[in-house]
Each structure stands twice: as structure tokens, then as C-alpha cells.
């Protein structure tokens, strides 16, 4: 029996027995189990989010489009607003701990939806959220169904891509920020080129005439459209502003509502503050072991580049030594089999330098990941390309942080929870978090003790911690882009395109803050943990606490804590 079918039934058998005259008001009104909430809360997620059922490999979202109508996006509003009225009605006294966890997910997930919707105002304010629902690369970059089908979904996105990008022409206000504007142009238009020149690439092998001219009249009307929506905006930058700032009382709202963090802006500030002066600290002491006399930035230019013919073998090599070093500590559970290749990004998805494109925790099992690594355009200078790969250190930590134990072992724990609930919702800063926090437990538990590796793993924690610091300070201290582009330069030492990139993107994804305070909580929660058992002399665990923190797949912290802690509602401990 489908779940919609035994819903119906559930509800038959309640109506039966209501009083005479009673209508349908008095059926909805009784008592709901928090399973048939969580159930209807999901699937109203990705009625509104189909692009979220593609990633996270529920294929009957395949081919739809968000509706992004004026009347699509009330009935969004009126649904979060329900949705949070249910789940506001279950009674957690009556959960269990996983079932708590559950439901602070699914409300931080809903939450969040509430915040782009009516305080970000995403619809209205940010050209780039009307982007990813048009990203077409689920569909290419990996066989979970034949070519064919996975073809016909791409027509349909194609299709209703035009009605699609009216509405976001329509809806979008005439004042935007600049670098929203700037950021979503490049965006556009790198999409057009990816749908008139890599899309049909990948789908050339598609053997029925008729969807294959289905194909290329939907692709060149997509193509069109993304250049109609790419001049709107160029129109718009005639208008823009640097109103991008979300302000104090914003930021905070953000923090809480949809990370689980209630930490007061200065302490949090002082807190991320203190982990870059630790970490400065770090990497002067470490540069002084490789030269004494040079400067840090010296030895950060000594530590070169790794060959970018050799770049994938490289870190081949490092994704099968940190996977060996996991099992030979004992530090985290591999729950299953699947398997990371290591490979060139496709010419499709270069806009990024290294990333994991991870399976679906709801794909079948036997689909890969891709550790994915762009190698540098060929048309650059020979200078450039050689800065474009990072130091061998500096790689190791990327790889790290990517694949063993980061985002791939957190999808492989993901894959294995019984919970639909924890298996489809997802928490910046839990996510981000666990694999920046894994990349300080590494060098700690004794991955390499040469200073040069220490200084690979310190220089991406300080990228971290000055997007924390660069967060708050352009959307609740009034700081300008100039000033968070020189603070990547001076302190996180970046290049000069990075810094300048790091700090435009700091003003419309203001929770990149999540890497570094994700890791704070994190070793505090550890902290906390390991001085409880010891107290009631119990030993701990490095590994059973690492799987008990991923058994929660990546519900927010906060919940997490309560649950590890085993702390009731009303005496709940500060996350920091």
C-alpha cells in the first residue's frame, strides 16, 4: 500500500467515527502521529524544491521545475507557514531521541525556506536562486537510469525553461545588489554555453529521431531564454546598489532559525577571532621550522605547485593513504562500499577548482562519486596555470576535506540511515562543519608531522575562519567588499583573484561562516562528551563518538548536542 493510500484509509476510519453533522474540519483537527507529518512536511519540500528529489536521487522529481508564478510562490509561503503550525503541534515529549532529532530538521528546514522566502526574499532580490533549478548536470554527470530517460527529463527542464525564466524576469526587483547581478550574469551566461555546447555533447548518444529533435529544439529555446534572462540583468545593473547587507537582526535570525545557533554576534565574532589568532600562531611557529629567516609568505610560495599533469595521481595517491590512516586510527566507521574516483571536473562543471559530486543518499548502490579536479585552462598563461594547482599540502587537506573522512564518508553514513527524514534534509553548517572539523582531527591524530603538511591544513583552516569573520562583518558591521578582499589577502593569505572572489561571495552566502563555526561546535561537543565519560570512567572513543555524530546524518548541531548529551528541552547547554 502507497503511504498517500493508507493516508486515505487512516482518515476513512476517523471520519467514520465522528459525531453526526461533523464535516471534514473535525477529521483534520484530530491528533496526527509525527511520522505522518514528517511524510507530508517532506514531500511538500520537494514539491516546491524538485531539484533537491534530482540530488538527492529520488528520480520522480526528474524534469520539473519549481513554480515560481506569483501564485506558485504564495502557495509556497501558505505551505511553510502550515507546515510549521504542524510540526509546532507535535508533542516531543512523546518522541524518542532520533525522533526529536528528526523533527528539529525538518523544522530547520522549513525554517529556512520561511527565511529566503520572506526575509532574504530570495524571489525578489537574488537573480542566482533562480539558477539552480535549471542546472542540468544531475542528468549527465552520472548513469543512474538509461540515456534516453535521463534525456526526456532534460527536454521537459528544457521546455519550461522559458515560462520559467518570465516569472524570474518578472518577479525580480528593479534595485539589486551589484555583486548578486555580476555573480548571476556569470553564472547565466557560462549556463547558456553549457546548454548549447555541453549538454548535447553528453546526450549525443540518444537513438530515438523524435527526442532527439525534441532535444534540440528544447535546448536552443533554453539557450535563448538564459540569454533573455542574462540581458535583463545586464539591464538591471544600471540600477544596482551595495544594498546587499542583511543586518544585524537578520544575521541573527538566520543563525538561529535555520542553523540551531543562538550565540550572541560579538561572542561569536570573538570566538572565530580566537581560532584565526590560534591559527596564525600555528603557522608562524610551523613556517619557522621549514626557514627560520623567511617570512611566512615565503614559505607559503616554497611549498610550489603540484604538476597539473600529475595533479589526479596526486591526490589518488592521497585519497588511498587518509582512507588507510581512518581505518588504521580507528577514527570513523566506512559503513559500505561505494567507491570515490578521483578526476578531471568535466569541461561542463569547471567553475569550481575542486569538489565532491556525491551520489545520492536515495541512489541505488553502486553509483560512484567524483572527487572532481579542474585542471587550469589551457589558454592561460603558464604562470597562472601553475598557481591555478595547489601545493601538495595544501591538497592533501582538500582531499581530506572532500573525500576521507569529509563529505564522501558523511554521504556514506548518510546512504545507511533508516531515517528519510535525516537522509533528505541538510544543514550548512553541520555539513561544512564535519569536514572542516576533520581536517584539524587528522593532522591531530597524527596524519603527517611534517611542519610543511601542518602549514597545508593551517592555511585552509584560515580561508574558514576569515569567511566567518568577513560573514558578519559585511552584513551586521557595515563592512564594504574592499575591506573583507584585504583581510583574504593579509590574513588567510589568498591570491589576489581568490580574495577578491572570497569576498564577493561573502555578500550573498553570508553562511559561509559555517566551516569554522561548524567546527567550533563540533570539538566543543567532543570536549564535552569525552570529559563526561571520563568523569563517569568511561573511556572514550574517538571512532564511536565520530559515528554517533553521523548517525544524525546532518541535522543541526544544536539538536545533535541534545541528543548526545542526552539533555532535555528545558536545560539544553550553550552550543558554545
Given at each position: 500500500m502507497t503511504r498517500r493510500a493508507a493516508l486515505v484509509a487512516l482518515l476513512a476510519v476517523a471520519c467514520a467515527g465522528r459525531p453526526p453533522g461533523a464535516g471534514?474540519?473535525?477529521?483534520?483537527?484530530?491528533?496526527?502521529?509525527?511520522?505522518?507529518?514528517?511524510?507530508?512536511?517532506l514531500d511538500h519540500q520537494l514539491r516546491?524544491?524538485?531539484?533537491?528529489?534530482?540530488?538527492?536521487?529520488?528520480?520522480?522529481?526528474?524534469?520539473?521545475?519549481?513554480?515560481?508564478?506569483?501564485?506558485?510562490?504564495?502557495?509556497?509561503?501558505?505551505q511553510v507557514a502550515a507546515d510549521l503550525a504542524a510540526l509546532g503541534a507535535v508533542d516531543r515529549a512523546g518522541l524518542d531521541r532520533r525522533a526529536r532529532v528528526e523533527h528539529a530538521a525538518l523544522i530547520g528546514a522549513v525554517l529556512a525556506d520561511r527565511f529566503e522566502l520572506e526575509v532574504r526574499r530570495a524571489p525578489w532580490r537574488d537573480p542566482m536562486a533562480y539558477l539552480g533549478p535549471l542546472d542540468?548536470?544531475?542528468?549527465?554527470?552520472?548513469?543512474?537510469?538509461?540515456?534516453e530517460e535521463r534525456a526526456a527529463a532534460v527536454a521537459a527542464i528544457a521546455e519550461g525553461s522559458a515560462a520559467y525564466l518570465e516569472h524570474a524576469r518578472a518577479r525580480l526587483e528593479r534595485a539589486l545588489p551589484r555583486t548578486f547581478l555580476d555573480t548571476a550574469l556569470l553564472q547565466t551566461r557560462g549556463s547558456?554555453?553549457?546548454?548549447?555546447?555541453?549538454?548535447?555533447?553528453?546526450?549525443?548518444?540518444?537513438?530515438?529521431?523524435?527526442?532527439?529533435?525534441?532535444?534540440?529544439?528544447?535546448?536552443?529555446?533554453?539557450a535563448a531564454a538564459l540569454d533573455g534572462y542574462a540581458q535583463h540583468l545586464d539591464d538591471l545593473r544600471a540600477h544596482a546598489t551595495q544594498d546587499f547587507a542583511l543586518g544585524p537582526d537578520a544575521f541573527a535570525q538566520m543563525l538561529r532559525e535555520t542553523q540551531g545557533i543562538d550565540v550572541p554576534l560579538p561572542r561569536l565574532m570573538a570566538l572565530v577571532q580566537a581560532d584565526l589568532d590560534r591559527n596564525v600562531g600555528a603557522l608562524t611557529a610551523a613556517a619557522a621550522q621549514i626557514e627560520p629567516a623567511a617570512s611566512v609568505a615565503d614559505v607559503i610560495a616554497g611549498l610550489g605547485h603540484v604538476p597539473a599533469a600529475e595533479v589526479l595521481a596526486v591526490a589518488t595517491a592521497q585519497s588511498r593513504r587518509t582512507r588507510d590512516f581512518v581505518v588504521a586510527r580507528d577514527l570513523v566507521s566506512i559503513p559500505n562500499d561505494d567507491v570515490v574516483r578521483v578526476v578531471d571536473?568535466?569541461?561542463?562543471?569547471?567553475?569550481?577548482?575542486?569538489?565532491?559530486?556525491?551520489?545520492?543518499?536515495?541512489?541505488?548502490?553502486?553509483?560512484?562519486?567524483?572527487?572532481?579536479?579542474?585542471?587550469?585552462?589551457p589558454t592561460w598563461p603558464a604562470?597562472?596555470?601553475?598557481?591555478f594547482v595547489p601545493s601538495a599540502p595544501e591538497l592533501l587537506f582538500i582531499t581530506v576535506h572532500e573525500v576521507w573522512p569529509g563529505h564522501f564518508v558523511h554521504g556514506q553514513h548518510l546512504r545507511?540511515?533508516?531515517?528519510?527524514?535525516?537522509?533528505?534534509?541538510?544543514?550548512y553548517t553541520t555539513a561544512e562543519g564535519w569536514a572542516h572539523y576533520v581536517e584539524q582531527m587528522m593532522f591531530d591524530a597524527g596524519l603527517d608531522d611534517d611542519p610543511r603538511v601542518h602549514v597545508g591544513q593551517l592555511l585552509n583552516a584560515l580561508l574558514r575562519d576569515v569567511r566567518a569573520l568577513s560573514a558578519i562583518g559585511l552584513h551586521t558591521q557595515g563592512w564594504d567588499v574592499e575591506r573583507a578582499r584585504h583581510l583574504f589577502r593579509t590574513a588567510a593569505f589568498q591570491d589576489e583573484a581568490n580574495a577578491a572572489q572570497q569576498a564577493v561571495r561573502g555578500t550573498f552566502d553570508p553562511m559561509y561562516l559555517a566551516y569554522t563555526v561548524g567546527k567550533l561546535v563540533i570539538l566543543q561537543l567532543r570536549a564535552d562528551v569525552e570529559a563526561r565519560q571520563r568523569a563517569r570512567g568511561e573511556p572514550f572513543s574517538?571512532?564511536?563518538?565520530?559515528?554517533?555524530?553521523?548517525?544524525y546524518g546532518a541535522a543541526p548541531l544544536g539538536a545533535i548536542r541534545q541528543a548526545m548529551l542526552d539533555e532535555p528541552d528545558d536545560a539544553r547547554t550553550p552550543l558554545l
Open positions: 471534514p474540519r473535525d477529521a483534520v483537527a484530530l491528533p496526527r502521529t509525527f511520522t505522518s507529518v514528517a511524510a507530508d512536511v516546491e524544491h524538485p531539484q533537491r528529489g534530482v540530488e538527492l536521487g529520488l528520480h520522480a522529481y526528474d524534469g520539473k521545475l519549481p513554480d515560481v508564478s506569483a501564485a506558485g510562490l504564495e502557495r509556497a509561503r501558505r542540468l548536470t544531475a542528468y549527465i554527470s552520472r548513469d543512474y537510469a538509461p540515456l547558456a554555453q553549457f546548454v548549447r555546447v555541453d549538454v548535447p555533447a553528453a546526450l549525443a548518444g540518444v537513438g530515438d529521431p523524435a527526442l532527439r529533435r525534441r532535444l534540440q529544439a528544447g535546448l536552443a529555446s533554453m571536473t568535466p569541461p561542463f562543471l569547471r567553475w569550481n577548482a575542486a569538489f565532491l559530486n556525491p551520489s545520492g543518499p536515495f541512489e541505488d548502490a553502486g553509483l560512484p562519486s567524483f572527487y572532481y579536479i579542474s585542471p587550469p585552462d604562470a597562472q596555470q601553475r598557481e545507511t540511515n533508516p531515517s528519510r527524514a535525516l537522509k533528505a534534509t541538510w544543514n574517538l571512532r564511536a563518538f565520530h559515528d554517533e555524530l553521523l548517525s
